[in-house]
């Protein structure tokens, strides 16, 4: 047999599962779910409050703390996200956001941006987003997905959690925590199965379940009530 023919016959079938290779991506169940009645009226007068959001990201294994995530790998469209579930909070007067990123380090005048906005607010929503995943896992993983020229399926696990902390005047009065996952499979020939890339909306859907469910319990709790 020919070198070439030789040649085409072994990289026939890599390049057959490479080209029909895809993604599906599934959520996991929701850790922490509020399970209370919710408030059906509110006589509370109106506050203003500031998010402080923080964004941060940990590959277990490989990094040593979680890491602030730079404003161009945030989730996209967050602040859409952010609009759409304060709608569960029922008594604000006018809201803000600040989002803190690695390069305010150096940066003095964001820093006393912030720290304006602390002050001009009454209450201060601190919510902190992690995306963690184990390092380890995700290397053997892609190691077994190109040995098998990804014709075995490969799992790829994200986790989130959201950690809120609710506070006055410098002192903490709540706090929540939830925490969901999403699993992507990779296959060679899913792509006949799943055309389209479903893991950026599968990921918005779990921060909007999120932070819609924290909103929720936060409202019913009656916490920013501004008594």
Request: charged letters at 25%; proline letters at 5%; aromatic letters at 10%.
């Amino acid at each position: 047999m020919p070198n070439r023919t030789r040649i085409l016959v072994l990289s026939g079938p890599l390049l057959v599962s490479l080209l029909t290779a895809n993604c599906a991506t599934f959520p996991g169940d929701r850790e922490g779910a509020f399970s209370g009645p919710d408030r059906s009226s509110s006589s509370a007068e109106e506050v203003s409050v500031l998010f402080l959001l923080r964004h941060v990201k940990q590959a277990r294994g490989l990094d040593a703390i979680p890491k602030l995530i730079p404003e161009n790998r945030i989730v996209r469209d967050f602040d859409n996200l952010l609009v759409d579930a304060v709608t569960e909070l029922g008594n604000l007067s006018s809201y803000t956001s600040f989002t803190e990123f690695p390069s305010d380090v150096s940066q003095p005048d964001r820093v006393a941006q912030k720290e304006e906005l602390i002050q001009t607010h009454d209450y201060v929503v601190k919510v902190q987003l992690l995306e963690e995943y184990s390092f380890v896992r995700q290397f053997f993983g892609q190691v077994f997905s190109t040995v098998s020229i990804t014709l075995l399926p490969v799992p790829y696990t994200t986790r989130y959690s959201i950690e809120v902390e609710v506070m006055e005047a410098d002192r903490q009065v709540a706090s929540y925590q939830r925490s969901s996952s999403k699993t992507m499979w990779v296959q060679a020939f899913l792509l006949f199965i799943q055309p389209f890339h479903n893991d950026t909306i599968v990921e918005e859907r779990i921060y909007i379940d999120l932070l819609h469910d924290v909103f929720r319990e936060l409202e019913a709790s009656g916490v920013l009530d501004g008594r």
